[in-house]
């Protein structure tokens, strides 16, 4: 049987994985819109055929589109990102993450949609050296990471009270090429952008704090996966999240001598005080997704970093040219 095409909403769909999100749902044949304010996207980003909004997602135009154009399904990744920032201004933090998703949700609301994705964190969790399954403890401890469980529950909300369906992806470390080489935020990132730049890498504490990385196609095929799948019977907040990871932790020392050698330069690395508050592990379990619809990451993480380093080599050389 051929395609049904869909109408469907990317929020934050200029950025790193919300493009490549978009990308993947225009690629099998839907029809796409973005939405983002370019605050931190790039409009270079936005995939060729997606109709393109530059609006702020806290704002009353986002519900009157969502209205007008009638979507199936809406892909939320608006956001602020940054933790750092979400510390120093939980105002801004919160208007974007959480007045910014239930603006979408109102929207969504109004327009009977019928599904919406929901990207949050495994920061949420509290930390463990242990992979962490989606019923375990919650202990956010930023800003950022409150937001996205408040808006988790903000789901649950709508969807008891609305029959607003939706379902939640709980991302560990994501990273691969889009990833902004000039804005702090994301270790790969950060490594990649100070090798390509000749510098040494900067370790906080020891470095033996260990974060899941999962590559970003990896992420966008667990996204195509949720549009589809029948969802459980249990409505719950944890019955309806999945966490999107590899499953495995790797410490900061290791992405650093993983980096070094697929970049084949490297020139070392220095060491600073360990950052106040921050989680010693954060792994995340992603057998509830293999056991809904077998997905599994594909990308070898050698694989993911040195395609990573390479597009931001290339992105760093293209803007010192420009």
């Known amino acids: ?65 969502i209205r007008d154009v009638g979507f199936d399904v809406i892909n939320h990744h608006a956001a602020q990102i940054d933790v750092r920032k979400s510390v120093a201004d939980p105002p ?36 463990s050296p242990q992979p962490r399954g989606e019923e375990d403890e919650k202990r956010p401890i930023s800003p950022y990471a409150i937001g996205k469980l408040a808006g988790e529950h903000y789901l649950g909300f709508y969807r008891e ?42 370790v906080f504490g020891d470095g033996e704090q260990t974060r899941d990385y999962v590559f970003v196609r990896d992420v966008v095929s667990a996204n195509l996966a949720l549009t589809d799948l029948l969802l459980p019977k249990d409505r719950s907040v944890a019955g309806r999240a999945f966490n999107v990871s590899n499953g495995t932790g790797s410490t900061v020392n290791e992405i650093a001598d993983q980096l070094a050698r697929v970049s084949g330069v490297g020139f070392g690395r220095n060491h600073a005080s360990a950052r106040a508050g921050e989680v010693r592990h954060n792994i995340v379990s992603s057998a509830k997704l293999r056991e809904a619809c077998g997905w599994a990451p594909k990308t070898p993480l050698a694989d993911g970093l040195k395609e990573t380093f390479h597009y931001i080599a290339e992105t760093l050389a293209a803007l010192q040219r420009a």
């Open 1 to 65: 049987m051929a395609y049904q095409s869909r109408k469907v909403l990317v929020t934050g769909g200029a950025g790193f994985i919300g493009s490549h999100v978009a990308e993947a749902y225009l690629a099998r044949g839907d029809q796409v819109w973005i939405v983002d304010d370019l605050s931190t996207g790039k409009a270079e980003n936005i995939p060729e055929g997606a109709v393109f909004h530059d609006m702020d997602i806290a704002e009353p135009h986002v519900c009157n589109l």
């Open 92 to 127: 801004r933090d919160a208007r974007v993450n959480v007045l910014g998703l239930l603006n979408v949700l109102e929207g969504a609301r109004e327009a009977g949609v019928g599904r919406v994705l929901f990207a949050s964190s495994g920061s949420i969790y509290a930390g």
């Open 161 to 202: 009270t609305h029959d607003l369906e939706s379902v939640v992806l709980r991302y560990s470390n994501v990273y691969g090429p889009r990833q902004d080489p000039l804005r702090k935020t994301g270790v790969v990132s950060i490594f990649c952008s100070r090798i390509a730049a000749g510098d040494p890498v900067i």
